[in-house]
């Protein structure tokens, strides 16, 4: 069983360019997570998505950030004309369409973005 | 809103001995808390929930408590190895049990010497 993929494992943009990390969640997993995690700071909540539908965005960034999880294929986290501050390592995580089950998330390995 | 906060502090301990991480939040009692390591360069892996109704979990060698009066969670690893040397982070959901968008500590980083 394959866990929740990320890709780009690391990823270098410089000032102005665009960033796309993909994710692909567990197999079975209709639920996937965003999350940044700064240097020396805790994983902070970015955004939550079903397929085809964004159901919490509220600690996503209103400008440049956007995110999609469609019918078919991996979700996306872009982030247009990265700044230097947009350095971190952004993670995915997934988790099973059952209420119950649904609060353990399950991490992808990261990707880390530079921003030169 | 609800903050969580772990001793940024790193635990050093022997090998062989029990470690004990603690988890206080702020605000009010969550359904459920988490707990979950993370290695450098890795992403957080799940280990243990505990429930609000639930007093005490075991795996293994893992034990978490919850104690809703105190706002605290305590996290012990009896007979700790150099293997579990990692960051341990508390997580809890931001609303009232079921939003998905779980908050996390900063983490307690444990170093178990041989």
């Known amino acids: 069983n394959a866990g929740v993929m990320q890709n780009p494992r690391h990823l270098v943009r410089r000032r102005g360019q665009e960033a796309r990390l993909r994710c692909s969640p567990m197999?079975?997993?209709?639920?996937v997570y965003w999350y940044r995690q700064l240097p020396e700071e805790g994983l902070k909540f970015m955004v939550y998505?079903?397929?085809?539908?964004?159901?919490?965005e509220s600690g996503m960034p209103k400008e440049r950030f956007s995110a999609e999880f469609p019918k078919e294929g991996p979700s996306i986290l872009r982030i247009q004309q990265v700044v230097r501050g947009d350095s971190a390592a952004y993670f995915c995580?997934?988790?099973?369409?059952?209420?119950?089950?649904?609060?353990?998330?399950?991490f992808g390995a990261g990707t880390r973005l530079s921003v030169l | 809103s609800q903050k969580i906060e772990q001793n940024s502090e790193a635990l050093n301990i022997q090998e062989g001995k029990t470690a004990t991480l603690t988890c206080n939040y702020t605000n009010y009692s969550p359904a459920y808390l988490q707990w979950y390591r993370q290695d450098p360069g890795r992403g957080p892996v799940f280990l243990l929930l505990?429930?609000?109704?639930?007093k005490e979990k075991r795996k293994e060698r893992l034990k978490v408590t919850f104690d809703t009066t105190l706002k605290q969670s305590l996290f012990h690893i009896t007979a700790s190895q150099p293997a579990d040397s990692a960051t341990y982070l508390c997580a809890l959901d931001e609303g009232s049990g079921n939003t998905g968008k779980l908050i996390f500590g900063q983490g307690t980083t444990l170093q178990v010497k041989p």
């Open positions: 995580a997934s988790s099973p369409f059952e209420v119950a089950a649904k609060n353990i998330q399950y």
């Open positions: 998505l079903q397929k085809e539908n964004i159901i919490d």
């Open positions: 505990i429930r609000e109704n639930e």
């Open positions: 197999k079975g997993h209709s639920h």
